[in-house]
């Protein structure tokens, strides 16, 4: 069991490729951390470099306090999984998982012990005499996993490890991982660019973007509380809705402006005017087909039935934003709708973010996650923080009491 601590790791590619840009990253004891981030972010490479596998331009990898970064992989005490399972067809299940131990020379009797074992935890005991050929993906995959954790590693480094199964039986292997890799608790770093994956099985989670971290925290704060617009977007399937607004204090309210609308918050947050980004879920949304009071009035431009909900595109004056509303809801396409925020009673996991920000489109595009290219973002995480900490309010269900922003005291490491 050990610690995984990465000190300003910096990989550069071909003189000036910055396939992983100075991080910085600890991993305690046991935790499940899932690196998620979209392709070509750095996430094999960071993983490599902590394998060994890969040298770091600059920076120090730790692991159980010891400093491997001049260690070869065998001397570090990891096991990886890659993507591609690399199971060998003309061994059995029986000489795949034991082929590590063979390679150490373990006594045959121990080596019969540790592979049934380990075949037992991913359920491939009946398997054992057959041939990986004869082996369904998701069986190969978990001969692949066996293979890793019959060496019983201080660090289990998993790269998409899932990736080659169809979405039913990743479904199951998902849940069947997760309830593995708790019994074994070892410490474990698991790359995924699935955001679902990553939330359903990390402790916390590590977001990559460009070859760096823009956030780490548990599943829900990455969820509800993104460092950035980036996140917000990449995390959550449909992505945050992001709408460009104003505030404008008087008379110790707040007006938020939405195109020609408004809607008023009696809050006191800090600054009375200005540019603001508002950030919403679709399921924080209320929905409502007759005027309400409070509620901003849009025109509902898609209905998408998707069997748990409806999911309605709408739009308020030139901004489109997603809803989730119920299977009953009678939403019309091109009817108009009225909306409010369906507000959070937690306020460490608000449902409304307001952000004061910069909002030009040149901003939205930039972190749009669809539009990702090789060059320098343009809003920066630590802009974002400087930005969130000055303007970031959260509100309660009230609408009447404002909680302080918190960058770090709930516990989300602050974006560097
Ligand atoms: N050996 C190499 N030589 C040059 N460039 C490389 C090399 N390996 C990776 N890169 C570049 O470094 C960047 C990060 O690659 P990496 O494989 O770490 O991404 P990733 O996040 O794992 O992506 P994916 O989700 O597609 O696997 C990419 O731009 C890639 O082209
Ligand atoms: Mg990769």
Known sequence: MAEIH????????????????????????????????????????????????????????????????????????????????????HLTVFENIAFGLRMKRVAKPEVARRVEAAAELVQLSPYLARYSAQLSGGQRQRVAVARAIVMEPAVLLMDEPLSNLDALLRLNFRAELKRLVAELKTTTIYVTHDQVEAMSLGDRVAVMREGRIVQIGTPMEVYD???????????????MNFLRGRIGGANGHSSV????????????????????????????????????????????????????????????????????????????????????????????LPSLLLTSSATSASTQRANDPRRL?????????????????????????????????????????PPR
């Open 6 to 89: 990465l000190q300003n790791i910096t990989k550069i590619f071909d003189k000036k490729a910055r396939a992983v840009d100075d991080v910085d990253l600890t991993v305690t004891d046991q935790e499940f951390m899932v690196l998620l981030g979209p392709s070509g972010c750095g996430k094999t490479t960071l993983m490599r470099m902590i394998a060994g596998l890969e040298y770091p331009d600059s920076g120090r990898v730790r692991i159980g306090g010891r400093d491997v970064t001049d260690l070869p992989p065998r001397k570090r005490d990891i096991a990886m999984v890659f993507q591609s399972y690399a199971v060998f067809p």
């Open 225 to 239: 509380r993104p460092a950035t617009q980036f996140v917000g977007s990449f995390i959550g399937s449909p992505p």
């Open 257 to 348: 402006h939405l195109g020609d609308q408004e809607f008023t918050v009696p809050l006191s947050i800090g600054r009375t005017d200005g540019d603001i980004l508002i950030g919403i879920r679709a399921e924080n949304i209320e929905a409502e087909s007759t005027p309400v009071a409070g509620a901003i009035a849009a025109r509902t431009e898609v209905v998408e039935p998707l069997g748990s909900h409806l999911l309605l595109t709408a739009v308020v004056g030139d901004q489109r934003l997603k809803i989730q509303a119920r299977t009953d809801f009678p939403a019309q396409p091109d009817g108009p709708v009225w909306l409010r925020p369906r507000l959070s009673n937690d306020p460490r």
């Open 373 to 413: 290219n090789r060059s320098r973002p343009r809003l920066y995480p630590h802009q974002w923080s400087r930005l969130d900490s000055a303007g970031a309010i959260w509100l309660r269900r009230t609408w009447t009491s404002a909680v302080p922003p918190k960058t770090t005291a709930s516990g989300t490491s």
